[in-house]
């Protein structure tokens, strides 16, 4: 007789009733879940964390009494556990989303309403739970130097990308970036110590339409590369960062100016717009050899294929080491498939891309 597999409980925390209702029924429907509470504010769920030790917390931001950012701090420090941050759209709220990541949450979704549908809900938030339920939790990121900015936002001295051919008139180099569930850190930790140098980088990172722009901004502020959410039609040269956009696919292409990025709608591929297979397909059409594709922390297996077909294509490509994921799905069916270089921790894949974005690609491949 097969031993029944244990539910994973989660705990819903969230001023609205009706958010909570929806949330409750969404996960209820799955049989793998069992939703032991709700909660309408921090001081509510903290009791409520200490009686019933749920697996998993979903945490709005704007809250009585206390708000989720102060919560989620608190929690960290002194009970840490998988948190995912479900916050409303508009620019205070996903800026705070995303220092909620920096915070030590696991991922992010968009509160439904608006833009965003039940429909739509359903699907994401089982997954990302799922994804937080086996996730291996970190501490807060550490604060890095950075770049004086006036109101908050912009570097003083903005930075500059250099021309988008090398010396030797060959195009730049292209490192492309995938990751999903705890991504969003280790993007943050791979780029924040690399300087301007031969490499333009495209990154796809499961977010979702929103909170890619705030993503993107923040890191533009701690790093000496050009970070931004990416446009149609972007440019792809040295000391540049395109950030797809959330809900939106992004691929690489080449003409006789260099490399540009299209970015598009269209079906989910291995449920995620944007998908990292979709980036990482077009890069080994595009680049080839010329380019070094990284596959970092997340659930599923978006990237795998793609990762596959740039090393087909003559592309360096690594995975991340499962002790340094926060969810080594995605890399391990990279791995599975055949279709890396190199396993690699995270501050190893940072040392690598620096050696790629010196202009030693020949040395690293």
């Not at 029944?4 to 705990?11: A, F, K, M």
């Not at 032991?36 to 200490?50: E, Q, S």
């Not at 490399?259 to 990482?280: E, I, N």
């Amino acid at each position: 007789m097969e031993t029944p597999t244990r539910r994973i409980r989660v705990l819903v925390v969230d001023d609205s009733a009706i958010v909570r209702k929806i949330l409750t029924e969404t996960l209820s429907r799955e049989s793998d879940f069992e939703v032991v509470g709700t909660a309408p504010d921090p001081y509510v769920a903290r009791d409520k964390i200490l009686a019933l030790n749920p697996d998993v917390l979903t945490l709005d931001i704007e809250m009585p009494r206390m708000d989720g950012l102060t919560f989620l701090r608190n929690l960290m420090e002194h009970r840490p556990m998988p948190v995912i941050v479900v916050s409303s759209v508009g620019e205070t709220n996903c800026r705070a989303a995303v220092r909620a990541l920096e915070l030590g949450a696991v991922d992010v979704l968009t509160k439904p309403g608006g833009p965003y549908s039940v429909g739509e809900l359903q699907h994401s938030l089982a997954e990302r739970v799922r994804a937080a339920a086996v996730a291996r939790l970190r501490g807060p990121a550490q604060e890095t130097a950075r770049p004086a900015v006036v109101d908050g936002t912009e570097p003083v001295a903005p930075k500059k990308p250099i021309a988008g051919r090398t010396a030797s008139g060959i195009p730049s180099p292209i490192i492309a970036i995938g990751a999903s569930t705890g991504g969003t850190e280790a993007i943050r930790h791979v780029l924040r110590g690399l300087e301007p140098g031969s490499a333009g980088f495209v990154v796809t990172q499961h977010i979702p339409a929103h909170f890619s722009a705030a993503f993107a901004n923040g890191l533009n502020n701690i790093c000496s590369l050009e970070v931004r959410e990416a446009k149609d039609g972007d440019a792809v040269v040295p000391g540049r960062v395109l950030i797809a956009p959330g809900n939106f696919h992004m691929v690489l292409r080449k003409d006789a100016r260099g490399y540009r990025v299209g970015v598009m709608d269209g079906p989910l591929v291995c449920y995620q717009r944007p998908s990292v297979d979709v980036l990482f397909s077009s890069v080994a059409s595009a680049a080839g050899r010329a380019a070094m594709g990284i596959l970092l922390t997340g659930m599923g297996n978006d990237g795998a294929a793609g990762l596959l077909q740039m090393h087909k294509a003559g592309s360096w490509t690594a995975a991340q080491d499962e002790a340094s994921c926060v969810v080594f799905g995605m890399p391990r069916e990279a791995i599975r498939l055949g279709a890396v270089d190199a396993v690699m921790s995270l501050d190893r894949i940072t040392e690598t891309m620096a050696t790629a974005n010196a202009g030693a690609m020949a040395g690293v491949k």
